[in-house]
């Protein structure tokens, strides 16, 4: 993809690695866009085990990276001397590689190339990874997406980088896994010839055990590269944050002192290596970056080595037609599994938990259905998310578990009747809920301050943190029993616990009316207090109707019975009343929808005007 200058930044008078894109890649105006927009993401990504960006800038067709300059060597020419590590050294080394591809995940980046040659380890020991991002702005070039291409290092590269094109954190995890692997074994996991065949085991086949070609590799080890490379993206590490704290867990268990594979390891001599060991490993291959046609890639039939002279020699019929059946056999393969095997879990989370359902049986998924979880926005009933997510590619036909929402949490409204305001909104606070308003009715039962009831109602459940209003008692209030009868009145306010004590005056209102009261209504007022009625006996010269009074008005003439409605329903009364030709007014002293006061009795014109109380 570039080459790579030693230089020095005059301004800042500090050398710098000048990474220069090769010609055909700056030509491509979608490129240099992207390019510059990786190279802002990576130099936004500050870690001491990232390589720095400095810089990024254009001059004339040149289009170049102002890098940090590590002085040392990678992580290949280490293994070039070494051939392999032990696991300990191996682990010391991939815990920094995977705190700087972590980091990356964190900021949304994938590194999409991890392999040794992008490792380097400096002279004092420090391990660094380089080319974040590069692969990327390679891959949305607009020149490359029009044939297809994968872009990478097909030893490490994930099952699907080969089959779709598609990377995730998943993918750097696999890569790191495979490179763990040749750390400890000194050898990638799949060999071919060509390409193809080295890509076709990384789908068809699984990465073997570290111990199974190193025998005394930890067990811990071999767990770590079997969970980082295993074929179903959904099981391996989420991201390379979850491999570190994996592979920190498998550093901690192994023993104290030399690993045991340190005793079996060829360490040729080389400069910086005075271990004085020796032997003649088989070099690690190079591995550059390739750009891969996808449709070459999973249609190439495999080289078979060894047999290109005799095959020229010996050409027939048989060799042909195993040709052919290779051929198809690669090519359907390729089918079913760049198009067949693979589907995308789709995006059910807010549907109706049984529509969701059928829509992923329909799509061919085993649905099983997870314990509900409390959500404080999606509705109980609903699809709260699924495992594995929206958008994950699976193996088709299998099993996605749907988990749907439980609703928020609710909280039933406590019993604070009773109780003071202060105490009350205590209670309710440390039950999840909060008071909200208050307000108060008059009560003759509650004492004058206490929580007389709740809305809701105690006992109703509503939302966590939802607010309870709070009804207080305003104690025992002086009725209003103005104009009522004054034995009828009396009666009433004996039945609220009170002590009535009547005087009589001369007055024009109709006699036995109470014409006055003490305490005045609606005045706060305790049980047992003595309250004085002050009634009417009339006028000094006889007592006279209001209708005997008017001289159109013949003495007994046009007088009607009035009914007695004392202790009947309102709505009944009142209907009585009027029925019999009467008005009707209606006061409350007590609210209880009974009658319990009626003012005229006896008889009266018709269209007089009846009151009654209840």
């Known amino acids: 993809m570039a080459a790579v200058y030693l230089a020095l930044d005059v301004r ?219 074929r ?89 037609a195993l040709g052919i059946v290779m051929i198809g056999a690669v090519a359907g393969t390729g089918w079913w599994f760049s198009e067949g095997r693979y589907d995308k879990v789709p995006d059910l989370v807010g549907m109706n938990l049984a529509v969701a359902k059928a829509e992923a049986g329909k799509r061919g998924f085993e649905v099983k259905v997870g314990p509900a979880e409390h959500d404080s926005k999606l509705g109980e009933g609903k699809v709260l998310r699924t495992d594995p997510g929206a958008g994950r590619e699976v193996v088709s036909g299998s099993a996605i578990t749907l988990i749907p929402s439980s609703g928020p949490v609710k909280i039933a409204v406590p019993n604070v009747v009773g109780l003071s305001e202060a105490e009350a909104r205590a209670k309710i606070s440390e039950a999840g809920l909060t008071a909200g308003s208050v307000s108060k009715v008059p009560s003759d039962t509650v004492q004058r301050g206490q929580v007389l009831r709740t809305s809701p109602q105690v006992g109703t459940k509503i939302k966590e943190g939802g607010k309870v209003q709070l009804i207080l008692s305003a104690g025992q209030l002086m009725p209003d029993v103005s104009e009522m009868q004054c034995d009828q009145a009396a009666e009433f306010l004996r039945q609220r616990g009170l002590n009535p004590a009547v005087v009589e005056q001369v007055d024009d209102a109709q006699p036995g009316t109470v014409i006055a009261q003490n305490p005045a209504a609606r005045a706060e007022i305790t049980s047992g207090q003595q309250v004085q009625l002050t009634c009417s006996k009339g006028p000094d010269v006889g007592f006279r109707w209001p209708w005997e009074r008017d001289p159109n008005v013949q003495p007994g003439q046009n007088l009607v019975p009035i009914p007695d409605v004392r202790f009947k329903s309102v709505r009944d009364a009142s209907n009585e009343l009027r029925a019999a030709g009467f008005q009707v007014k209606v006061r409350r002293v007590a609210g209880r929808g009974v009658v319990l006061g009626e003012n005229p009795l006896g008889q009266a014109p018709a269209g007089t005007r009846i009151t009654i109380w209840h």
Do not use: C
């Not at 391990?127 to 291409?149: C, N, P, Y």
């Not at 592979?247 to 340190?262: C, I, M, Q």
């Open 12 to 230: 800042l008078d500090r050398t710098v690695a000048l990474k220069v894109m090769h010609r055909s890649l700056a030509e491509d105006p979608d490129f240099v866009r992207r390019f510059i927009g990786e190279a802002k993401s990576v130099a936004s990504l500050s870690h001491p085990n990232v390589v720095h960006v400095f810089d990024q800038g254009t001059d004339g067709d040149h289009v170049y990276l102002s890098m940090e300059y590590v002085p040392g060597s990678t992580l290949r020419d280490v293994l070039r001397r070494r051939t392999r590590l032990p696991a300990r050294e191996a682990l010391e080394i991939m815990i920094p590689v995977l705190a700087a591809l972590g980091a990356a995940h964190q900021a949304g980046m994938v590194h999409r190339d991890v392999k040794p040659e992008n490792v380097l380890i400096t002279d004092d020991g420090r391990v660094k990874v380089v080319d974040f991002g590069l692969a990327r702005a390679i891959e949305g070039g607009s020149h490359q997406t029009r044939t297809g291409v994968m872009i990478g290092t097909i030893a490490y590269m994930s099952p699907e980088q080969v089959l779709a094109g598609q990377t995730d954190a998943r993918s750097d995890v696999y890569a790191a896994g495979v490179m763990l692997y040749e750390l400890l074994t000194g050898r990638q996991p799949y060999e071919g010839e060509n390409p193809m065949s080295v890509a076709y085991r990384h789908v068809h086949d699984r990465v073997p055990a570290p111990s199974a070609v190193v025998p005394g590799t930890p067990p811990p080890l071999d767990t770590l590269v079997l969970a980082a490379t295993d």
């Open 232 to 320: 179903d993206p959904a099981r391996r590490p989420p991201d390379a944050t979850a491999m570190l704290v994996a592979a920190v867990d498998a550093h901690r268990a192994l023993p104290s002192g030399p690993s045991p594979t340190a005793r079996h390891t060829a360490v040729p001599a080389g400069p910086g290596d005075s271990s004085g060991v020796t032997a003649s490993p088989m070099p690690p291959p190079a591995n550059p970056t390739l750009i891969h046609s996808a449709a070459d890639l999973l249609t190439s039939p495999p080289a078979r080595p060894g047999h290109e002279a005799s095959r020229r020699r010996h050409v027939n019929w048989f060799l042909i």
